[in-house]
């Protein structure tokens, strides 16, 4: 496989990071391709606004997403984000590792995750979720976090870790059509012992050595709903 690591850590010494290098590692030994965009060290600009477009098609009111579609067809997107798509247009799996922000992804990933699923390619009217630009490709997350485990889950303190992620793992990834493979979650990072990190290692490189065979979570498929987008008949729809 093809696989692209967006790596969102400011510290280079960070377990975070740790689990960045041992991703390379261990993909590039069992053989697949691996390329890092590493956002920190790329100074990757996560500001959306009016300037990513040299030549907009309204100079006087910028519609974003709308100035991505135009700009994606003429091949005028700005050049950082021109970079990362063909990243992204390249690989069969997409790595997004970071530490939990707020129960959310650090704001340099997100920008650069507003910039780069451009409209007209990665989404565009019904080419969503199964029938999204990226379908044919996975995605996975490696996140660290302070919380501990048992705080996460059904009745748990901060709730359940699929809702925390939810707007990363459905509202994008998934939306976008990547198959979305479980995240790799290490809890409590900064408060273990130096072994208990160490063990953290080890499941991650395990995790990775199998991951062509991972099952995909499971989304809505567009053929479960209609013209207007409501569901076709009454089902619960998982996630
Ligand atoms: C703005 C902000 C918001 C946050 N919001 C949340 C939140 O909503 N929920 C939540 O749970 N947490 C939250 N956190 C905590 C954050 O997610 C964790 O602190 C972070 O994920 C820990 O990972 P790290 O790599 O940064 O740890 P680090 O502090 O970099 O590393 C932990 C320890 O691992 C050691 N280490 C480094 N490399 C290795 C190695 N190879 N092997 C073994 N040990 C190693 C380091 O030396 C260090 O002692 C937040 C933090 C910030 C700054």
Not at 118 to 144: N, P, Q
Request: with cysteine; aromatic share 12%.
């Amino acid at each position: 496989m093809k696989v692209l690591i967006v790596h969102a850590h400011y510290e280079p010494q960070s377990f975070n990071t740790a689990l960045k290098d041992l991703a390379v590692e261990t993909l590039t030994g069992a053989g697949h391709e691996v390329r890092v965009s590493d956002l920190y060290a790329m100074n990757w600009n996560p500001v959306a606004s009016a300037a990513d477009f040299a030549a907009p098609s309204n100079p006087d009111y910028c519609v974003y997403a709308l100035e991505q579609r135009k700009a994606f067809e003429s091949g005028a997107l700005a050049a950082d984000i021109q970079g990362e798509l063909d990243k992204v247009e390249w690989c069969d799996l997409l790595i997004l590792n970071f530490p939990i922000f707020w129960f959310s992804v650090p704001a340099i990933l997100k920008g650069w995750i507003d910039r780069v699923f451009v409209s007209g390619r990665f989404y565009g009217g019904k080419r969503i979720y199964d029938k999204g630009g990226m379908s044919g490709k996975k995605a996975m997350t490696t996140l660290t976090l302070g919380g501990q485990n048992h705080m996460f889950g059904p009745n748990a303190i901060h709730g359940e870790m699929d809702v925390l992620l939810r707007p990363i793992l459905r509202g994008a990834l998934a939306y976008c059509g990547f198959a979305v493979l479980p995240p790799h979650v290490a809890y409590h990072v900064p408060y273990v012992s130096p072994e208990a990190r160490q063990m953290m290692l080890q499941y991650y490189r395990k995790r990775l050595l199998t991951i062509d065979q991972a099952t995909p979570l499971i989304f809505p498929r567009m053929e479960d709903f209609d013209e207007k987008l409501y569901p076709k008949v009454s089902q619960e729809i998982v996630r």
